[in-house]
């Protein structure tokens, strides 16, 4: 699992890779909300590399998104395959975080 950050145009990216399961969440959530909400700025999260999704992916997702939603900024997903968007909405995260199907909605989503 890698978490790449990046900014661009006023807007945060972290493109996410490989399984968001148990092992790799530990691993990796302090690297993602440290390069994401401290910035307090509008953040776009890429799923297309990400190959599967636990609970535990979820609530780093939600948690991050929640700091963002009280410092202001707003937060959205994008390129989530199949397999991943199934878990996204049976957990209902999709109620509470936009998930889009590119990058260009998501930058609409978070800066509208």
Known sequence: MSAV??????????????????????????????????????????????TFIASLGIRMLLTTCRTLDRRGAKMALYGATPPVMEVIETTALSEIIPVVGSEAEAVAAVKG
């Open 5 to 50: 950050i990046s900014e661009e145009g006023g807007v945060v990216k972290a493109e996410l890779e490989g399984r968001l399961d148990t092992m790799n969440v530990n691993n990796m959530e302090m690297q993602f909300t440290a390069g994401i909400a401290p910035k307090a700025m509008p953040t776009i999260v890429d799923l297309t590399k990400v």
